[in-house]
């Protein structure tokens, strides 16, 4: 049993064969039942991966998610690919330090 120590990317994990606790069936329901979240968690509360397998899902590789909840009967997800906008603002920040 392999831990995703400090892994934030979905592909990765999956990839790499790590442990992965299958939180498919709330993104499913947060596509389907909402209009706008703000993702307000403490710091290391798994934030990054979220949208991480927010972004592969909406780029439509349904490769990964196979054996989660999402791809099974029970969920009518369609696996097209949608645009997808991600901003990092870890990468602003380290870049304005070293202006």
């Known amino acids: 049993m392999r831990l995703p120590i400090g892994i934030q990317s979905f592909r990765d994990i999956i990839e790499g064969g790590y442990v992965y606790a299958d939180k498919t069936q709330y993104i499913y329901?947060?596509?389907?039942?909402?209009k706008y979240y703000f993702l307000s968690r403490p710091r290391?509360?798994?934030?990054?991966l979220l949208v991480d397998t927010m972004n592969e899902l909406f780029l439509g590789n349904?490769?990964?998610f196979k054996g989660l909840w999402i791809s099974g009967k029970d969920a009518s997800y369609d696996?097209?690919?949608?645009?997808v906008l991600r901003s990092v603002s870890s990468i602003l920040i380290i870049l304005r330090m070293h202006l």
């Open 44 to 48: 290391r509360f798994g934030k990054s």
């Open 62 to 64: 349904h490769k990964l």
């Open 29 to 34: 329901r947060l596509i389907q039942d909402g």
């Open 79 to 83: 696996f097209l690919s949608y645009p």
